[in-house]
């Protein structure tokens, strides 16, 4: 997957229309700052990006905790991250 933006989650950020417009860079280099984080959110920062760098994990699934609440409770199933994860 040479050249994709892949944040812990393990979210596309390739196949955002955001992304692709370049309105936004993606998590990875925002550090977990996407421009809608904090529109849309009480966040600051991506809590699950947040968590990965914290725990020194590059993604979700490589920390021993992995499904945590963190993730599951931003997980949006509509989304299928199985095949990047």
């Known amino acids: 997957m040479k050249g994709l933006t892949l944040p812990p989650c393990g979210a596309l950020c ?9 309105i936004c860079k993606g998590y990875v280099k925002t550090r977990g700052k996407p421009w809608f984080l904090e529109r849309f ?7 699950i990006y947040k968590c990965a760098v914290e725990k020194g994990v590059e993604k979700c699934i490589d920390c021993k905790e992995f499904p945590c609440k963190t993730f599951l409770e ?4 509509r989304i299928d991250f199985s095949e990047v994860l």
């Open 41 to 47: 959110t009480r966040f600051e920062i991506c809590p």
């Open 14 to 22: 390739e196949i955002c229309s955001d992304f692709k417009r370049g």
């Open 74 to 77: 931003w997980y949006n199933p």
